[in-house]
């Protein structure tokens, strides 16, 4: 089974700070990884496919990077609508998809 | 506008079967480029896949769930449904469903899911 390992679980930062979230795969998944964004009450929101690539109307702030085993999701300019936690998913394995534990992203 | 929408009991008890069907409008649900997939979330925690189905039938299930899931699709009523068998409180979840798209493009696969239901809370208790 691949796991993924997302790190921090949660963090606090300031309106315009930068924000970024790892994940972290037991084995390499190649590109083979996308990034949700759930707000409370809500269903997930896909914000970057295939590690890179942002979503159609997703705003530019949102960006993702890694290949292998280490991925990165950064929010270059944290706004107060950015407030939701943060999943990455892995689909390496169609058979076997796996999201990450979540990152909690809250403004100080 | 693809919409999916779930529906089902919202109380089930210990030791029996959740069901839950998946209502897709606004979009095919027999097209080669997607599979039609559940997941769960418990209160407060993370999101954890169930399983996915393609149109013609072909199922993947969570190795954690296998031995209770079965998922299975109508595509005459644009329905894919999940069954799970032996309900504990630790199933006591908002229960999803989604389309999860894939594609090969210039030599790249893509597979991620980009339509969800609002969700369903199911609470297990006698």
């Known amino acids: 089974d691949i796991q993924m390992t997302q790190s921090p679980s949660s963090l606090s930062a300031s309106v315009g700070d930068r924000v970024t979230i790892t994940c972290q795969a037991s084995?390499?998944?190649?590109?083979?990884l996308n990034w949700y964004q759930q707000k409370p009450g809500k269903a997930p929101n896909l914000l970057i496919y295939d590690a890179s690539n942002l979503e159609t109307g997703v705003p530019s702030r949102f960006s993702g990077s890694g290949s292998g085993t280490d991925f990165t999701f950064t929010i270059s300019s944290l706004q107060p609508e950015d407030v939701a936690t943060y999943y990455c998913q892995q689909f390496d394995n169609l058979l076997q998809l796996t999201f990450g534990g979540g990152t909690k992203v809250e403004i100080k | 506008q693809l919409q999916l929408q779930e529906s089902g009991p919202g109380l089930v008890k210990p030791s029996e079967t959740l069901s839950l069907s998946c209502t897709v409008s606004?979009?095919?649900?027999?097209?080669?480029?997607?599979?039609w997939g559940w997941i769960r979330q418990p209160p407060g925690k993370g999101l954890e896949w169930i399983g996915s189905?393609?149109?013609?039938?072909?199922?993947y299930y969570n190795p954690s769930l296998r031995s209770r899931v079965t998922i299975s699709v109508d595509t005459s009523k644009y329905q894919f449904s999940l069954k799970l068998s032996s309900v504990t409180a630790a199933d006591t979840a908002v229960y999803y469903c989604?389309?999860?798209?894939?594609?090969?493009?210039?030599?790249?696969?893509?597979?991620?899911?980009?339509?969800w239901g609002q969700g369903t809370l199911v609470t297990v208790s006698s």
């Open positions: 084995q390499d998944i190649s590109n083979y």
């Open positions: 989604a389309r999860l798209t894939h594609y090969y493009d210039r030599g790249a696969y893509y597979c991620y899911f980009d339509y």
């Open positions: 606004g979009g095919s649900i027999s097209s080669s480029s997607y599979y």
């Open positions: 189905i393609y149109y013609s039938g072909s199922t």
